[in-house]
């Protein structure tokens, strides 16, 4: 990395590495799995081309990512295991943030989009596995397909940690199928469980799906309590 803070401390020495503009952002964009290059720019507008290459050469340099071939002239990126530790310190970041922005007296874009029902789904499954923190099972372990808006994920719940990729295409003891709106107002204590099952596709074991939909629905586990909905579950 060019720029430097240039201190004698290990907090600052993480920075330097990844304190760029966009570079956690890449990184957030991979722990949902591999992705190419036109891929991680268009979910990252107003990113340049140039700017993303430098990005992803860093953070290639850095040993946080790695290219892999598929046999095509168009590789793919992903995290390496360096990479993929960083995965508990973002969600915790994100989980600061919700909480952060909800005290804020004044409106904002933040506080905003937890309202919208505009969000793309990559942004509504990795919120999955925050709430899933709150809802831990540990001896619930199993794999399950959800689909957001037809965008298929893999949900891997083992030994009371949750993980979701995209795409669906392997074995799953458990399917929902649901939309960004509806995962979003049963995140915000809009819908109760009656509601949201009603409006959502299930099938499969019912105990990964009554585990995936406490992770989801909040209302009955949340709904008497005098504090801001999602802000709730921390």
Same mark, same amino acid.
């Given at each position: *990395?060019?720029?430097?803070?240039?201190?004698?401390?290990?907090?600052?020495?993480?920075? $330097?590495?990844?304190?760029?503009?966009?570079?956690?952002?890449?990184?957030? =964009?991979?722990? !949902?799995?591999?992705?190419?290059?036109? $891929?991680?720019?268009?979910?990252?507008?107003?990113?340049?081309?140039?700017?993303?290459?430098?990005? !992803?050469? %860093?953070?290639?340099?850095?040993?946080?990512? %790695?290219?892999?071939?598929?046999?095509?002239?168009?590789?793919?990126?992903?995290?390496? $295991?360096?990479?993929?530790? !960083?995965?508990?310190?973002?969600?915790?970041?994100?989980?600061?943030?919700? *909480?952060? #922005?909800? %005290?804020?007296?004044?409106?904002?874009?933040?506080?905003? +989009?937890?309202? &919208?029902?505009?969000?793309?789904? $990559? /942004?509504?499954?990795?919120?999955?596995?925050?709430?899933?923190?709150? +809802?831990?099972?540990? =001896?619930?372990?199993?794999?399950?397909?959800?689909?957001?808006?037809? #965008?298929?994920?893999?949900?891997?719940?083992?030994?009371?940690?949750?993980?979701?990729?995209?795409?669906? =295409?392997?074995?799953?003891?458990? &399917?929902?199928? /649901?939309?960004? @709106?509806?995962? *979003?107002?049963?995140?915000?204590?809009?819908?109760?469980?009656?509601?949201?099952?009603?409006?959502?596709?299930?099938?499969?074991?019912?105990?990964?799906?009554?585990?995936?939909?406490?992770?989801?629905?909040?209302? %009955?586990?949340?709904?008497?309590?005098?504090?801001?909905?999602? @802000?709730?579950?921390?």
């Amino acid at each position: *990395m060019a720029r430097t803070y240039n201190q004698d401390c290990i907090l600052a020495h993480a920075l $330097d590495l990844l304190g760029e503009r966009w570079t956690l952002l890449i990184i957030r =964009d991979l722990f !949902l799995g591999p992705q190419r290059f036109g $891929d991680l720019q268009a979910a990252l507008p107003g990113i340049g081309a140039n700017l993303l290459s430098k990005r !992803l050469k %860093e953070l290639e340099e850095a040993g946080l990512i %790695e290219a892999v071939s598929t046999g095509d002239a168009r590789g793919r990126y992903r995290l390496t $295991d360096t990479g993929e530790a !960083l995965r508990p310190s973002i969600r915790t970041m994100m989980k600061w943030s919700i *909480m952060y #922005f909800f %005290e804020r007296p004044e409106s904002c874009p933040a506080r905003e +989009c937890i309202y &919208t029902d505009n969000l793309q789904p $990559d /942004s509504v499954a990795l919120a999955i596995e925050i709430f899933a923190a709150y +809802c831990p099972e540990p =001896d619930n372990n199993y794999v399950a397909h959800i689909l957001i808006d037809d #965008f298929p994920y893999t949900i891997y719940n083992m030994n009371g940690q949750m993980t979701v990729r995209r795409g669906g =295409d392997g074995p799953a003891v458990a &399917t929902i199928i /649901s939309d960004v @709106a509806t995962i *979003m107002q049963s995140f915000r204590m809009e819908l109760s469980l009656e509601e949201a099952r009603s409006r959502m596709k299930m099938s499969g074991d019912q105990k990964a799906l009554a585990h995936l939909l406490r992770c989801i629905v909040h209302k %009955e586990v949340h709904g008497d309590s005098n504090v801001t909905p999602l @802000a709730a579950s921390f």
